[in-house]
């Protein structure tokens, strides 16, 4: 995922693509919002955080090609985190409904 053509987020493809519908889904309501995830590639055992608004430019890129399936309880794990005070988190995949 790269941020502003400058911040760049290595993400594997399944967390991405859920983390795709839930920032695309805030963008379409012209919502703005922090979004924090562990960089440790970029900066040790680090965090970034930027601000996420629809008038800078995101973009996704995935390793494979094909779309992973989507697992509905992360996705709405990540939209409760994208709408609380802190901002959206990278958080652990649930276990998907039986």
């Known amino acids: ?11 594997d493809d399944r ?9 695309w889904a805030k ?4 919502e703005t919002f922090a979004f924090t ?3 440790p590639e970029r900066n040790g ?3 970034t955080s930027i601000w996420v608004t ?10 494979g090609s094909k779309t992973p399936a989507l697992n509905p309880a992360w996705i709405e794990v ?4 994208a ?8 958080l652990p995949e649930p276990s998907p409904p039986s």
Do not use: C, E
Not at 15 to 23: D, E, K, P
């Open 54 to 63: 629809p008038h800078v430019s995101l973009a996704f890129d995935f390793f």
């Open 78 to 81: 990540l939209t409760k985190s």
């Open 15 to 23: 967390a991405l693509a859920h983390l795709q519908v839930v920032i």
């Open 83 to 90: 709408n609380s005070p802190g901002g959206l988190q990278l």
């Open 45 to 47: 055992f680090g965090r």
């Open 1 to 11: 995922m790269t941020y502003d053509s400058k911040v760049v987020a290595t993400i």
């Open 37 to 39: 995830w562990n960089d």
């Open 27 to 30: 963008l379409r309501r012209g």
